[in-house]
């Protein structure tokens, strides 16, 4: 049965070239000498991705092999400018980042509702002789080709965006949690990988407040290396801001497991041990309040050593545990958040300060001429193409 889960795919994608620029006389029997003009080419489409929360897979685009965008218009006589390309959008779901096949380096990435990336520009359109008209030239033989089209393959690669994200060895009860958490409904089963696909819950809390839930396919010893089903959805975990670690209780050794799931996403990524986590151990009604009361306190003294992470005890099944761990989610979320606000704040600040005092060098080393007018590159046109061509047309 074929999964409806996509998560990859690749795209050769082109946007659309530039119109020529007419090269136009004006001859006519009331106006024999009318001079230049000949209209402006017209702008080659461009291809856009835009965010779409409504699409939460790539399965849309899993078909779809060449995305091209129209060429832009030739100019014509009269100043007739040529039409515009249409713009190309590629509707992602929130989360997908884009890499170039070829060379494998990073694109661009798509992480809100509404979000509008430039992914390839099209070509603008070349002037007409009309636009090269002068008091000492006022029959320019000439006009501008159009810009060429841009061409890439790309990949698109999708990241599940979530709040929380579980990590845990299958069985150790992920899908079980999600379901008695919110209304998502995951596959469960008592065997390994019942998971094979990645899925999202929107866990409520107190005052109306929610946050997302992201169900991971397990992970196993290895996974790093390609072993399972973890180096497929390891990167999924990247993108959560708040890592739930979930050990079973009646495990033989609860540290040397959390040990191990560590290590596999320190092999994968590094960065991701920098995020917050909290330690859920799972399946506690399989346990007596003397044994449960025993585990806490090995391993609250175990934690001095990983001060990251806060540790819970919890059945999905009786729902032992289930308000502390919501209580324990969102005050590590509020934190997170306030955490990742500061850095931003800061690094404009210093992006700022950096900004300013390489301006006030450059001033202080050049000088500042009054008399130089500064434009944008966008506004000079290339001069030094030109396609020559001689359209003589008698009207009568």
Excluded at 14 to 22: F, L, N, P, V
Excluded at 32 to 49: A, C, E, F, R, T
Excluded at 247 to 262: A, N, R, W
């Amino acid at each position: 049965m074929e999964s409806n889960f996509v998560d990859y795919v690749k795209i050769m994608c082109r946007s659309g070239k530039g119109g020529k620029g007419s090269m136009h006389l004006k001859h006519v029997k009331y106006n024999p000498n009318g001079g230049p003009d000949g209209g402006d080419g017209g702008k080659g489409g461009s291809i856009i991705l835009r965010g779409n929360h409504n699409y939460w897979t790539l399965l849309h685009l899993k078909y779809e092999r060449h995305i091209f965008a129209e060429h832009g218009g030739n100019g014509g006589k009269d100043k007739c400018h040529g039409t515009d390309g249409k713009d190309v959008y590629i509707d992602v779901p929130c989360g997908t980042v884009v890499y170039n096949a070829e060379t494998g380096k990073y694109v661009c990435d798509v992480t809100y509702d509404g979000q509008e990336v430039l992914l390839l520009k099209g070509g603008r359109g070349g002037l007409g002789n009309f636009q090269f008209r002068t008091a000492t030239n006022q029959a320019p033989r000439y006009a501008q080709p159009g810009e060429p089209m841009m061409e890439m393959t790309v990949i698109l690669e999708l990241k599940l965006l979530a709040d929380v994200g579980l990590v845990g060895f299958p069985n150790a009860g992920k899908s079980t949690l999600v379901s008695a958490l919110s209304n998502a409904r995951p596959k469960i089963a008592n065997y390994p990988f019942t998971t094979m696909e990645p899925s999202l819950g929107i866990v409520g809390y107190r005052d109306g407040k929610s946050f997302v839930m992201a169900d991971i396919p397990g992970i196993i010893e290895g996974a790093s290396e390609g072993k399972g089903l973890g180096l497929r959805f390891l990167r999924h975990i990247e993108r959560n801001s708040l890592l739930l670690f979930m050990v079973p209780g009646d495990t033989d050794d609860i540290k040397h497991e959390y040990e191990v799931l560590l290590n596999e996403l320190r092999k994968f990524n590094p960065e991701m041990l920098d995020k917050h986590r909290v330690l859920a151990v799972t399946k506690c009604d399989l346990l007596d309040e003397e044994l449960i009361e025993m585990l806490k306190t090995d391993l609250l003294s175990h934690n001095g050593d990983d001060p990251l992470c806060e540790i819970v005890f919890i059945s999905a099944v009786t729902g032992y545990g289930l308000e502390e761990l919501k209580d324990v989610l969102w005050r590590e979320l509020n934190a997170e958040s306030n955490k990742l606000q500061a850095l931003t704040a800061e690094d404009s600040l210093v992006h700022r300060d950096k900004d300013m005092t390489r301006f006030a060098a450059e001033m202080a080393d050049e000088g500042e001429d009054e008399d130089i007018e500064y434009v944008d590159a966008e506004d000079i046109e290339d001069l030094d193409d030109f396609e020559y061509e001689e359209e003589w047309e008698d009207e009568k």
